[in-house]
C-alpha cells in the first residue's frame, strides 16, 4: 500500500477563508515532505516542502506544519483565492533515490 | 513553465500497439523521473535515471521502459498497449540523483488513450 495519504478527497472553502489540507504518512523514516498543487490540465507545481528537523515552515500565504510524533503533515493556506482551486499532493521521501512517493490528493474547491 | 518538455501532449492509440513518450529535462538536470497518473490514482513512480543511468525502479511494468539519451532526455516506451494503461505519464527532472531536498520539476505531462 501507498506510505502517504490523505484525510479528504474534496474540500470547499469560502473565498476569503482560511484552508486547511491534511496528510497522514507511516514512513518513519521520511525526512523530506513536500506539497504540490495541480491545476486542471498541468503539471504538479512545487508549493512549499519541510525536512524532519523542523515543525513549521512558512511561504507566501502557505504554511507547512509536520508532527512526526503522529506522521501527520498539514498545509494552510490563507486567504484562499480562486487560483487556489486545484488538487494537492503532498509526497515523502526517505532520501533515497526512488523520487517522492504521493498521495491521492485533495480537490480544493473555492465558492465564491 | 517548469523547463521540463514532454511530447506529445496527447495520443490516442489502440490495444496491443506501442508508444514512446519523450521529455527533455530541465537545462542542467541530471536526473529524470518518471510518473504515471490514472484517474483513481495518485501519482505512481515508475523509474528514476541519472546521469544516463537506470537508478531506481518503482511500478512499472514489464512491458514498459526507458532509457536517457547522453543529451539526457529520456523515453519511455510502452507495449502491447492494454486499456489499464490509459493515464497521464509525467516526467520530471532534478539535478541530482538522491531524493532528499529540492523539488522535482514537471513537465505537462502525455495523456495516453488507449482504445
Known amino acids: 500500500g501507498e506510505s502517504v495519504g490523505l484525510h479528504l478527497p474534496t474540500l470547499s472553502v469560502q473565498e476569503g477563508d482560511n484552508s486547511i489540507i491534511n496528510c497522514a504518512y507511516s514512513n518513519s523514516a521520511s525526512d523530506y515532505f513536500i506539497w504540490y498543487k495541480q491545476e486542471s490540465g498541468k503539471g504538479p507545481q512545487f508549493i512549499i516542502d519541510i525536512r524532519s528537523n523542523m515543525d513549521k515552515r512558512q511561504g507566501q500565504r502557505v504554511t507547512v506544519l509536520l508532527n512526526k510524533t503522529v506522521k501527520h503533515l498539514s498545509l494552510q493556506i490563507a486567504a484562499t483565492q480562486p487560483g487556489d482551486s486545484a488538487v494537492y499532493f503532498c509526497a515523502e521521501s526517505s532520501g533515497g533515490a526512488d523520487g517522492l512517493t504521493f498521495g491521492k490528493g485533495t480537490h480544493l474547491i473555492i465558492q465564491p | 513553465d517548469s523547463g521540463v518538455t514532454q511530447t506529445p501532449k496527447h495520443l490516442i492509440t489502440a490495444t496491443g500497439q506501442r508508444v514512446t513518450l519523450r521529455c527533455s529535462p530541465r537545462?542542467?538536470?541530471?536526473?529524470v523521473y518518471w510518473y504515471q497518473q490514472s484517474l483513481d490514482q495518485g501519482l505512481q513512480f515508475l523509474i528514476q535515471y541519472y546521469n544516463g543511468e537506470e537508478r531506481a525502479k518503482g511500478n512499472i511494468l514489464e512491458r514498459f521502459s526507458a532509457q536517457q539519451f547522453p543529451d539526457l532526455h529520456s523515453e519511455l516506451n510502452l507495449s502491447s498497449l492494454e486499456l489499464g494503461d490509459s493515464a497521464l505519464y509525467f516526467c520530471?527532472?532534478?539535478?541530482?540523483?538522491?531524493?532528499?531536498?529540492?523539488?522535482?520539476?514537471f513537465g505537462e505531462g502525455s495523456r495516453l488513450t488507449v482504445l
Open positions: 520530471a527532472s532534478r539535478y541530482g540523483g538522491a531524493m532528499n531536498t529540492g523539488e522535482l520539476f
Open positions: 537545462s542542467g538536470d541530471l536526473s
